[in-house]
T-cell receptor, first 114, second 117 residues
Framework: EAGVVQSPRYKIIEKKQPVAFWCNPI?????LYWYLQNLGQGPELLIR????????DSQLPKDRFSAERLKGVDSTLKIQPAELGDSAVYLC????????????FGPGTRLTVL | AQKVTQAQTEISVVEKEDVTLDCVYE???????LFWYKQPPSGELVFLIR??????QNEISGRYSWNFQKSTSSFNFTITASQVVDSAVYFC??????????????FGKGITLSVRP
């Protein structure tokens, strides 16, 4: 069974440029998450989707970050414009959605903003 | 609000030593779930174990064992006879059920384990 797929794995951009990350969850997983992981820290939730609906985006900086999951399968996270402080690893995860279900993580996208 | 504390930041051991990774959590829920994940240098978090708040039995899986104690709000992880392949960052995480945001995981800051040959 294929795991969570993310692309690109690495991205280097200059500040003020836009950037987008893509995630394809495990087949059958209705819940999709985007996390931000700063160096030396644990992942922090940015947004959680139940199918197409964003059910928790309270930690998403909406002035520059946006996300979509149009058909309830794959998802895109966008930053526009990027700032130096956005340099981090962006992780995507999926699960069956209940509190007791483990989340399966992709390899992440390492973003460097110059 | 839920919180996970992993007070140890870095641990270095020699191969074959036993090592315990500590995890302390805070929650107001009576029903919750605790997890351990491993993040090797490749970056992908790998699920290791889940425990629910009503099951305090210790669990053993090969060289790995977990000690859950509600009285001290701790969920510690022990690796017996450590190996170089155990070198990774280990995260403890907590999932509550009554926040209105089912399946939200709160992670600790992680413990970097280095096993030297």
């Amino acid at each position: 069974e294929a795991g969570v797929v993310q692309s690109p794995r690495y991205k280097i951009i200059e500040k003020k440029q836009p950037v987008a990350f893509w995630c394809n969850p495990i087949s059958g997983h209705n819940t999709l998450y985007w996390y931000l992981q700063n160096l030396g820290q644990g992942p922090e939730l940015l947004i959680r989707y139940e199918n197409e609906e964003a059910v928790d985006d309270s930690q998403l900086p909406k002035d520059r970050f946006s996300a979509e999951r149009l058909k309830g399968v794959d998802s895109t996270l966008k930053i526009q414009p990027a700032e130096l402080g956005d340099s981090a690893v962006y992780l995507c995860a999926s699960s069956l959605g209940y509190s007791y279900n483990e989340q399966f993580f992709g390899p992440g996208t390492r973003l460097t903003v110059l | 609000a839920q919180k996970v504390t992993q007070a140890q930041t870095e641990i270095s051991v020699v191969e074959k030593e036993d090592v315990t990774l500590d995890c302390v959590y805070e929650t107001r829920d009576t029903t919750y779930y605790l997890f351990w994940y491993k993040q090797p240098p490749s970056g992908e978090l790998v699920f290791l174990i889940r425990r629910n708040s009503f099951d305090e039995q210790n669990e053993i899986s090969g060289r790995y064992s977990w000690n859950f104690q509600k009285s001290t709000s701790s969920f510690n992880f022990t690796i017996t006879a450590s190996q170089v392949v155990d070198s990774a960052v280990y995260f403890c995480a907590l999932s509550e059920t009554t926040t209105g945001a089912n399946s939200k995981l709160t992670f600790g800051k992680g413990i970097t384990l280095s096993v030297r040959p």
